[in-house]
């Protein structure tokens, strides 16, 4: 069964400080991984999209990483910020070959950042 | 560009009730996805439609339905509502099918629905 588990499940960090929140996933076959940064009350806003052959993207001050092999990836935040407190969800797409293709969506990690 | 709205923003109905709802898509995009959120749950993909053509289901029973009209706006429709459908029901749009490429999918704000 395809699964995507998030970790934390939740965190708490000062602003300014950096965080990396992870995504494993067991999807196969892989097409590609989003982030999406979700604020309460809001729709989800999508940071990164990575297909097989990436294994690094930046959005200003969020990177996300990939590793298929191990079929991992991270979401780094750095010189975090207040409207950084928010939900990110990770989100593997398979790639069945037709038009039944199956998103499975992590849980979300909530993200708290104090002043 | 105006972004996805969805119509209602907010709607309490009654178990055994039927609701509809709607969803606009950013001017020129093709394909509408719909998605269901719940505290316990997370986000689960309902279905996706592309050129007024279903083209991916999620695993919802019968009773969640939607369509797309020629001008991509979309509806959808849960039947003989139950109390656990009470949840955000968000639906996003992208230029093409948004599973099988990578093109960005754009949420609109969501319809919170409860079912009492």
């Known amino acids: 069964k395809n699964q995507v588990e998030q970790s934390p499940q939740s965190l708490i960090i000062l602003e300014g400080k950096n965080c990396t929140l992870q995504?494993?996933?067991?999807?196969?076959?892989?097409?590609?991984l989003r982030w999406y940064k979700q604020d309460t009350g809001r729709g989800p806003v999508s940071l990164t999209i990575m297909t097989f052959s990436e294994n690094t993207k930046s959005n200003g001050r969020y990177t996300a990483t990939l590793d298929a092999d191990t079929k991992q990836s991270s979401l780094h935040i750095t010189a975090s910020q207040l409207s950084d407190s928010a939900s990110y969800i990770c989100?593997?797409?398979?790639?069945?070959?037709?038009?039944?293709?199956?998103?499975?969506f992590g849980k979300g990690t909530l993200l708290t950042v104090n002043p | 560009k105006a972004g996805v709205t969805q119509t209602p923003r907010y709607l309490i109905k009654t178990r055994g009730q039927q609701v509809t709802l709607s969803c606009s898509p950013i001017s020129g995009h093709r394909s509408v996805s719909w998605y269901q959120q719940t505290p316990g749950q997370g986000l689960q993909f309902l279905f996706e439609?592309?050129?007024?053509?279903?083209?991916n289901k999620g695993n919802f029973p019968g009773r969640f339905s939607g369509r797309q009209f020629s001008n991509s706006r979309s509806e959808m429709n849960v039947s003989t509502l139950e109390l656990g459908d009470s949840a955000l029901y968000l639906c996003a749009s992208s230029l093409e099918a948004g599973h099988l490429s990578s093109y960005e999918q754009y949420f609109g704000p969501g319809t919170r629905l409860t079912v009492t």
């Open positions: 989100v593997v797409s398979e790639d069945s070959g037709g038009s039944n293709n199956k998103l499975t």
């Open positions: 439609y592309f050129s007024e053509t279903q083209r």
């Open positions: 995504c494993n996933y067991t999807v196969s076959p892989f097409s590609n």
